[in-house]
């Protein structure tokens, strides 16, 4: 294979540079380098919680969607999980961009195939990105949140192809290095919703390291090696197939039963292990890894338009009357460092914002007085009739959810606060979520190693997890916001961005929109017949330079 020559996005790239938690590259368990010469062959036995809803690339940010679709897709471009740099994949170099970043341009590779067969040609790069760039709502197909601004794409010869965009787009180079943008075949591109679905997982074919060879409906997908792949990008540890001759994803929802079997060494690897199981890792033959999102933070998102929370004094109240030290230091461990602000420290743009976040029960009482909410008879805060009684969300994909939750009624009930835990699967809490009558506070988080992620996680387009953005009557309540989340992913210069960024995270803690928890990890079991296992740069697996020695 001949080697595309290493180099890193500048004008384009992150403003810095920043050092992950251990896992993002390949590694041994605890982050400790690899033991020996890699070997191949073996199938890798890999635990997640949930089942994968969608192979869509651009709904991938699901983590068990992600971690087949990281794996069976290749991307134009790479970003490095250590330095977050953007370095030639598929493309054979980086981006030519205009001044205003309205138009890219890319010189893609001649010699790459998917996994059925077919070559990835300039042709197919655009329909990609057409696709994921404005959907298709006749199949239901969503945009992908990673692109912004997208008009069309077009082919210039065989291997370039240009794209443009209505207004500039900065994050477009980062955004075609994400799994949201992972190429597929054209009859995969063909598909509907369904098509990516259960129980059509072997008709998605990409052109990454692995295929879907099978899938137990719900329980069970087996992806294979794909001999003849060759094409990985300079920044992988190795060229040519990957070491594995496969990997069983099985779900096993819950946490004893993941832990257990890992443990036991009757499995390689499990995600999401719960916080109290970390120390069974530190016995001999096996480890951790905690890799960093790299996003917005595991936060609580207070719905401003409910009455209930349309008074900014509430709102701060119950931010100073959550003692958010105590809930890491009582659920968690030293992988959870407690959030400074709606980013991570690892992420683009990071601004510490802790001052607003101060624990002060007192304080707390005294905003809700002033707000004219006075105790009824059952302890329970009042107004005019009506009570203060606030729904959580659980956030099942989220660790913990439920007991933080728990935690939160405990201290809130103090002040007479009301707090409820909305309870369902994960489909009836999402389509709960939608609704600021029916979930007043959001628990949730989202990464992504560009600044695009605050955009992502509270714009009107995209999750809109605030709903400040009214579907019905086409309004925000807060237009200023949105104002801001606009500019962090139009403005075109990396200066002009990390302010736009700035700027909207203070005004999400000024207006108390937010409590920021924790920065949350994927933290991985594994035994240490696994080596060389790495996570791309929000955490999700990457089996391609994997290997067990059992």
Same mark, same amino acid.
């Given at each position: ?14 403003? $810095? ?56 897709? #290749? ?41 059925? &067969? ?5 042709? @197919?790069? *655009? ?17 992908? /949140? ?7 794409? /077009? ?30 075949? #054209? ?11 259960? &129980? ?29 792949? #060759? ?27 993941? *832990? &257990? ?20 890792? $530190? ?11 790299? &996003?917005?933070?595991?936060?609580? @998102?207070?719905?401003?338009? @409910? ?39 690892? $992420? ?7 001052? @607003? ?60 606060? /009301? ?5 369902? #699967? ?14 007043? *506070? ?6 992504? $190693? ?101």
């Amino acid at each position: 294979m001949s080697r595309i020559r290493r180099t890193a996005l500048t004008a384009l790239s992150l403003a $810095a540079t920043t050092a992950l938690l251990a896992g993002c590259a390949g590694a041994a368990p605890g982050g400790e380098a690899p033991a020996g010469e890699p070997v191949t062959g073996g199938t890798l036995s890999y635990l997640e919680p949930q089942t994968w809803t969608t192979l869509y690339p651009p709904a991938g940010g699901f983590y068990p969607n992600g971690a087949i679709v990281n794996n069976i897709t #290749d991307r134009l471009l790479y970003q490095d999980p250590e330095t977050l740099e953007l370095e030639p994949w598929i493309a054979t170099g980086l981006p030519e961009v205009n001044a205003d970043a309205t138009e890219y341009t890319f010189t893609i590779r001649d010699d790459v195939t998917y996994s059925d &067969g077919s070559k990835l040609t300039a042709e @197919n790069v *655009v329909k990609n990105i057409d696709l994921y760039g404005k959907g298709d709502a006749a199949r239901a197909l969503t945009p992908s /949140e990673a692109i912004n601004n997208y008009d069309r794409g /077009e082919v210039v010869d065989a291997t370039t192809v240009k794209f443009f965009f209505t207004a500039p787009s900065p994050g477009f180079a980062q955004a075609v290095s994400t799994i949201n943008s992972g190429l597929v075949s #054209d009859a995969t591109l063909d598909l509907d919703s369904e098509g990516f679905g259960p &129980g059509s997982a072997t008709q998605v074919i990409g052109s990454g390291p692995f295929v879907i060879e099978g899938e137990k409906l719900g329980t069970e997908t087996q992806l294979a090696v794909r001999e003849d792949y #060759d094409w990985a990008p300079e920044g992988a540890e190795h060229d040519g197939r990957a070491y594995l001759d496969g990997v069983t994803l099985t779900v096993a929802s819950e946490n004893s039963v993941r *832990v &257990g079997t890992v443990v036991a060494k009757q499995a390689d690897i499990a995600r999401q292990i719960p916080a109290p199981d970390e120390p069974q890792f $530190a016995a001999d033959g096996l480890g951790i890894l905690a890799a960093s999102t790299n &996003g917005v933070t595991n936060s609580l @998102n207070f719905r401003f338009t @409910n009455p209930l929370l349309s008074d900014i004094r509430v709102r701060q109240a119950i931010i100073a009357g959550i003692d958010r030290e105590k809930i890491v230091e009582t659920l968690f461990t030293d992988s959870y460092p407690l959030a400074t602000g709606a980013l991570a420290t690892t $992420a683009a743009g990071y601004v510490d914002t802790s001052e @607003n976040y101060t624990y002060d029960p007192k304080q707390a009482a005294k905003l809700l007085a002033d707000a004219g909410w006075k105790a009824g008879s059952d302890g329970v805060l009042e107004q005019g009739g009506t009570k203060l009684s606030l729904t959580f969300n659980e956030a099942m994909p989220q660790p913990r959810s439920k007991e933080v939750v728990t935690l939160i009624q405990e201290q809130l009930g103090e002040l007479g606060i /009301e707090v409820n835990l909305f309870s369902g #699967d994960y489909a009836a809490q999402t389509a709960a979520s939608l609704d600021p009558d029916t979930i007043q *506070v959001y628990h949730s988080m989202v990464g992504r $190693a560009d600044y695009d992620v605050l955009k992502s996680q509270f714009f009107s387009t995209n999750r809109n997890t605030l709903l400040n953005y009214d579907t019905e009557t086409q309004q925000s309540a807060d237009p200023k916001l949105e104002e801001l989340l606009a500019q962090v992913a139009s403005a075109p210069s990396p200066e002009e961005r990390a302010a736009a960024s700035e700027a909207a995270q203070r005004h999400l803690a000024e207006q108390a929109y937010i409590l920021p928890l924790f920065e949350e990890p994927q933290v991985y079991g594994l035994t240490t017949a696994v080596q060389g296992f790495a996570t791309e740069s929000v955490g999700r697996p990457n089996f391609y330079s994997t290997w067990v020695t059992r």
